[in-house]
């Protein structure tokens, strides 16, 4: 131990030694934090009933090595809810149950992508999604996105002959797009053709709040390039670890022998009562609710967003999920103003860290799923205190 | 969909692609399975008792993203269990829970090694660990094992400049043979003085039938190069997936960040279950009865075996652990005859099967943690016939 306080040692230089460490301050889960969601809202009742149930019954059944695929009846009840709520076109034996979308993400590149690979990446995109990526050694190709999403003649120039593609396509991380039609049928016709993999991470798309949710990418896939990533993360708690992964056919076989070498299976008690929540409708009674809560605080935040800050930051993106992407609409430095708000308990997330490459715009990504309604005005009063205070400090610099 | 079916198609030629998919007979869970473990003699009141206070109690702090680490009063109980039980030099802040000691390989193997890394891997040794190891793409050193274990100097000879040694120390897979401590020392100085990483697998230690556990490697590093792995796989219940990871120090942080790459965290409801369990003394309990328990049943394997195939198999290892090595004491094709074995629902593993060279020996590997005394003899009977009926169609078929 003495040697190892001497100084750092050489570790790896392998890909995972390539996985960002993040930023130290970004600490703490203050206001606006994107992992927040109303936990006080969770359906604790339901979740005490069905736990004392699986107590009560706890046998050996439960308590062996699984199935690397996840139990049977909790692929059956998430495949049911997948093609009813997402459109998506799955039978449950595709189905895999993940210790949470980062799993999945990661086990389908260990599957798929070795290193060098090249995989379009959105940008301004999702940190999580690059980290597992980047941990298999893959090379991300930043391709811009727009107002339709993923700009795909602009990937296909990049590089025609990139592996995969990442997608948000029901709600652009961070910044809120829907993936238009069109582009869809791009992606997928590129797909085809290339013999490229989807992988399409549906994170929260349950949360829309002008209109029906949009159905997923994977239903209009006729040709089984496309890996669907769902959570139990943003809908019910992320201490839970519960995703799933909807894959092609003829793949479930590899994923499995590849997620046994991972961790061999998920834990058993809590997936069978999850599996439970979910066939008895207690899930679809809690997303209904839920859905009306964040509705709420979106709205909440959007309208002191627009009182207080109305000259300084631009609310961009659909109206759904659990966050908003605020522009800098004079530019700005994002980092700079993200650390300020942290120093003062704020938990925002700059913009520009969203990019691989430089910025194109600055901004904040702002949590709401863990803001009270009444919490949000005195939220917003302290970020507008820290941007002005800013512009106020760059100004007398300027003139002295 | 039809596309999919047409044939297999391209994935990727990658580390992951060269995790072997188990041999498709390998199905089920018969007698001598490896996984199996007397779960009829699981904790359940304890578990049921204390899974209810947790359901009552469940709150936020429980459903939120955790630490990457796991929960904090587990960690300490893990820390003080290893100190105590296992001679593990190590504070809580070093303790990584993990979903199982699969994930602390594949964890290990991410930050650790690169791909093309050369590992010293037991020869014979543990498929577990050859797949997590292979997944990252490393290249594995088959280094023998002798009756003191890893013949350090031989690896050192065939690969000086290996990255990392992987060693069950305290019962070696499969042979059962306990690492000598001239062994330990060796492999120790190799490692301070080429900088190489040593991962310390101890996954069955608690079971020493004839004197008390021998302490874990760990505890005599001086250089912070050992990875201790411990799971409660062996002690406790797979289906929970809990497991840990000691490293040094100044590795924690990386781990940190890399497990958090992989899937952010363990499920915090199990882990609280569990820091209780162990806290208030039940584990420590739970594991002289099953000492107790496995002790009887590996005499009664050890008796049958002589009976019955006294002439044919001989009984290797330590009086340890909840399997042991039968080597075919006249040779013999081992695959063939597991083949054969699990045809009539006997679930063997063939010793060959462990070699990443060619066998230098024959044999089978079998579990007996999850056999009940009385039901041994008739699985060893079963196990007879499939040898004798092998070698009668082997004289025939020489003989016609």
Same mark, same amino acid.
């Given at each position: 131990?003495?040697?190892?306080?001497? *100084?750092?040692?050489?570790?790896?230089? *392998?890909?995972?030694?390539?996985?960002?460490?993040?930023?130290?301050?970004?600490?703490?889960?203050?206001?606006?934090?994107? #992992?927040?969601?109303?936990?006080?809202?969770?359906?604790?009742?339901?979740?005490?009933?069905?736990?004392?149930?699986?107590?009560?019954?706890?046998?050996?059944?439960?308590?062996?090595? #699984?199935?690397?695929?996840?139990?049977?009846?909790?692929?059956?009840?998430?495949?049911?809810?997948?093609?009813?709520?997402? *459109?998506?076109?799955?039978?449950?034996?595709? $189905?895999?149950?993940?210790?949470?979308?980062?799993?999945?993400?990661?086990?389908?590149?260990?599957?798929?992508?070795?290193?060098?690979?090249?995989?379009?990446?959105?940008?301004?995109?999702?940190?999580?999604?690059?980290?597992?990526?980047?941990?298999?050694?893959?090379?991300?190709?930043?391709?811009?996105?727009?107002?339709?999403?993923?700009?795909?003649?602009?990937?296909?120039?990049?590089?025609?002959?990139?592996?995969?593609?990442?997608?948000?396509?029901?709600?652009?991380?961070?910044?809120?797009?829907?993936?238009?039609?069109?582009?869809?049928?791009?992606?997928?016709?590129?797909?085809?053709?290339?013999?490229?993999?989807?992988?399409?991470?549906?994170?929260?798309?349950?949360?829309?709040?002008?209109?029906?949710?949009?159905?997923?990418?994977?239903?209009?896939?006729?040709?089984?390039?496309?890996?669907?990533?769902?959570?139990?993360?943003?809908?019910?708690?992320?201490?839970?670890?519960?995703?799933?992964?909807? $894959?092609?056919?003829?793949?479930?076989?590899?994923?499995?022998?590849?997620?046994?070498?991972?961790?061999?299976?998920?834990?058993?008690?809590?997936?069978?009562?999850?599996?439970?929540?979910?066939?008895?409708?207690?899930?679809?009674?809690?997303?209904?609710?839920?859905?009306?809560?964040?509705?709420?605080?979106?709205?909440?935040?959007?309208?002191?967003?627009?009182?207080?800050?109305?000259?300084?930051?631009?609310?961009?993106?659909?109206?759904?999920?659990?966050?908003?992407?605020?522009?800098?609409?004079?530019?700005?430095?994002?980092?700079?103003?993200?650390?300020?708000?942290?120093?003062?308990?704020?938990?925002?997330?700059?913009?520009?860290?969203?990019?691989?490459?430089?910025?194109?715009?600055?901004?904040?990504?702002?949590?709401?799923? *863990?803001?009270?309604?009444?919490?949000?005005?005195?939220?917003?009063?302290?970020?507008?205190?820290?941007?002005?205070?800013?512009?106020?400090?760059?100004?007398?610099?300027?003139?002295?």
């Amino acid at each position: 131990v003495a040697t190892a306080r001497r *100084g750092a040692r050489v570790l790896s230089s *392998g890909p995972g030694s390539r996985v960002a460490a993040p930023d130290p301050w970004l600490k703490g889960a203050g206001p606006f934090h994107l #992992g927040r969601i109303a936990l006080e809202r969770f359906p604790f009742a339901a979740w005490r009933r069905l736990l004392a149930r699986h107590a009560r019954r706890l046998d050996e059944s439960l308590l062996g090595y #699984g199935d690397p695929a996840g139990l049977g009846e909790l692929r059956e009840a998430i495949a049911a809810y997948v093609r009813t709520a997402r *459109g998506v076109v799955c039978e449950a034996d595709q $189905v895999l149950v993940v210790n949470g979308s980062q799993q999945a993400l990661d086990l389908v590149s260990r599957v798929l992508l070795e290193p060098g690979s090249r995989v379009f990446f959105e940008e301004p995109g999702y940190w999580g999604a690059r980290d597992a990526f980047v941990a298999a050694g893959a090379r991300l190709v930043p391709v811009p996105v727009d107002s339709e999403g993923l700009d795909v003649k602009a990937g296909i120039a990049l590089c025609p002959s990139a592996q995969a593609a990442y997608v948000t396509p029901s709600h652009q991380f961070p910044t809120g797009v829907l993936m238009s039609a069109s582009r869809r049928l791009e992606l997928l016709h590129w797909a085809r053709t290339s013999g490229a993999w989807i992988v399409e991470d549906d994170y929260d798309s349950e949360y829309r709040y002008e209109s029906l949710p949009v159905a997923a990418l994977q239903g209009l896939d006729r040709d089984a390039r496309v890996l669907y990533v769902g959570t139990f993360s943003k809908v019910l708690a992320p201490g839970l670890r519960m995703g799933y992964l909807v $894959v092609p056919p003829d793949l479930v076989e590899r994923f499995r022998v590849v997620r046994w070498s991972m961790d061999i299976c998920p834990p058993a008690l809590l997936q069978a009562v999850l599996a439970d929540f979910l066939a008895e409708g207690s899930f679809a009674r809690h997303l209904r609710r839920m859905r009306a809560l964040y509705r709420e605080r979106r709205a909440a935040l959007v309208d002191s967003l627009r009182n207080e800050l109305g000259g300084l930051l631009r609310v961009e993106g659909e109206r759904a999920g659990l966050h908003l992407l605020a522009v800098l609409a004079g530019g700005g430095n994002d980092r700079e103003l993200a650390y300020r708000a942290a120093e003062d308990g704020l938990r925002t997330l700059p913009l520009s860290s969203c990019y691989l490459a430089a910025a194109k715009r600055q901004g904040f990504v702002l949590g709401y799923g *863990g803001l009270d309604v009444p919490e949000i005005p005195s939220a917003v009063r302290r970020l507008a205190r820290v941007l002005r205070d800013a512009r106020a400090s760059r100004r007398e610099a300027s003139a002295g």
